[in-house]
């Protein structure tokens, strides 16, 4: 059981002169099963008033951050340009203290030479000191200056390096003397052994605790992601590295409402229909806006083209209203969340579960245990409505039948596509199509 929501990303742009008829209005990619997705994988874009998947949004990065001193760093780095480095011993990767020496001539004392810094790991108590450094410079600057000169020369990626350049030289070299003839030669460059000699630096090498350096603490990154429409970002992080917020976030989820199909309370067998038969399914439309919502769902007469089965479905109750969370409410107990769940969705499994079946109304828990299949449908003065509602959820019927298709062809899953256009009262519109998935269940 699962309920996908349409995104409109594969679907071609028609010219606005286009003339279009009723078959025109239904996109052709709704048929895609690759256009739907589940509604805590899309964005909503509020400029575009359209559900966006990742296929929409882009990622770039917001900033670069180190994860020891917690300091934000420029995009063109890769490392954190303070006192951060992790010890290299193997195992270990623990943070390294670091201190500095002044170093003064022993013949006056008051010439100053230079500094040496020392590195500890408050771990292993490794340490390790560089030499004199003479001219003003950063520490990690010092340190990848250690590593460029300590290890290039002699790293299987300096010996590919040279080789590369060598060749590059040697080509334009033969282009040369291809003109004049009355030049020597190029020497073709031979390229480095697949297997290292002596010369160059094995991983036992490095083992060994005189040649090890401090490493550099890479740097960590924060995201934020933008529509590909109109460019405006949906979610920006927060400025701060140690927090977990977002200035601002556009997730589906949080203004989209929820479409969550269920059974009558008194059916007890799993699945949704069997063959030949009429059957009650409920929907639970939530909603998680800030303002009540004026929901209005349609549907495609013609099913067939989307299942093999051939398949009927009626819901009486198309236009409905949902409540909204009240934004006064402290929603500190879990008493508090457990109002937010419909009625047919609710289970006997907690004790806060059974408290809130006692305190729901008689009357909706007699609509959602039908005896027949017409009973679930209420209706006032001839006028369909739902069969029951909440605090910000509401839950109506709709009948669905299934027959075998051509051919006597099975299929376990029917595929049921809504048309939904939500309304809130501050003014706010969207339309997307849904797609439920209803599980065929046992006779």
């Not at 790293?155 to 030049?183: T, V, W």
């Not at 160059?200 to 490493?215: A, G, I, K, T």
């Not at 800030?290 to 089965?309: G, K, Q």
Request: charged share 25%.
């Amino acid at each position: 059981m699962a309920t996908r929501y349409f995104c409109s990303c594969r679907e071609p742009h028609l010219h606005p002169k286009a003339t279009t008829n009723w078959q025109g209005l239904i996109p052709d990619s709704v048929r895609d099963d690759l256009t739907f997705h589940k509604l805590e994988e899309l964005h909503y874009c509020p400029t575009c008033h359209q559900l966006r998947c990742p296929l929409c949004t882009e990622t770039e990065i917001a900033y670069k951050y180190c994860p020891h001193c917690l300091r934000q760093m420029p995009k063109k780095s890769t490392y954190c340009e303070k006192s951060c480095f992790r010890c290299p011993v193997e195992n270990c990767g623990g943070y390294m203290n670091v201190s500095s020496e002044s170093v003064r001539s022993e013949d006056d004392v008051k010439q100053f030479l230079g500094k040496r810094f020392l590195f500890t790991c408050h771990i292993c108590h490794w340490t390790y000191t560089t030499k004199l450094i003479t001219a003003p410079q950063s520490v990690a600057s010092i340190v990848h200056s250690i590593c460029v000169d300590g290890r290039a020369a002699s790293s299987r990626f300096a010996h590919l390096k040279n080789y590369c350049r060598d060749k590059i030289r040697y080509e334009k070299q033969l282009g040369h003397y291809g003109k004049h003839k009355q030049l020597e030669s190029p020497q073709k460059p031979r390229p480095p052994s697949i297997i290292p000699d002596e010369t160059m630096s094995d991983s036992s090498s490095f083992q060994n605790s005189s040649s090890l350096v401090p490493l550099t603490q890479p740097l960590c990154c924060r995201y934020k992601t933008r529509c590909k429409s109109c460019r405006n970002p949906l979610d920006v992080p927060s400025d701060k590295p140690f927090s977990g917020k977002c200035t601002q976030t556009a997730c589906a989820i949080d203004c989209i409402p929820r479409i969550v199909p269920s059974r009558p309370s008194n059916v007890h067998a799993e699945g949704f229909w069997v063959y030949g038969r009429t059957v009650t399914v409920l929907i639970n439309v939530l909603n998680s806006y800030r303002n009540p919502i004026n929901v209005t769902i349609s549907t495609i007469s013609d099913l067939d083209s989307f299942n093999t089965n051939k398949v009927h479905f009626h819901l009486p109750c198309r236009e409905f209203k949902v409540d909204c969370i009240d934004e006064n409410s402290n929603m500190k107990h879990l008493s508090d969340y457990v109002r937010t769940i419909p009625t047919s969705l609710l289970t006997n499994f907690s004790y806060v579960s059974r408290v809130e079946l006692t305190n729901r109304p008689l009357e909706s828990l007699e609509a959602l245990t039908p005896e027949e299949t017409g009973d679930v449908f209420r209706s006032k003065n001839g006028v369909a409505r739902p069969v029951d509602s909440g605090v910000s959820w509401c839950t109506v019927a709709a009948e669905v039948t299934v027959e075998r298709g051509a051919g006597n062809s099975e299929d376990s899953v029917v595929y049921i596509p809504l048309f939904m256009a939500v309304e809130s009262d501050d003014g706010q519109r969207i339309s997307y199509w849904v797609k439920l998935e209803l599980p065929k269940r046992g006779r």
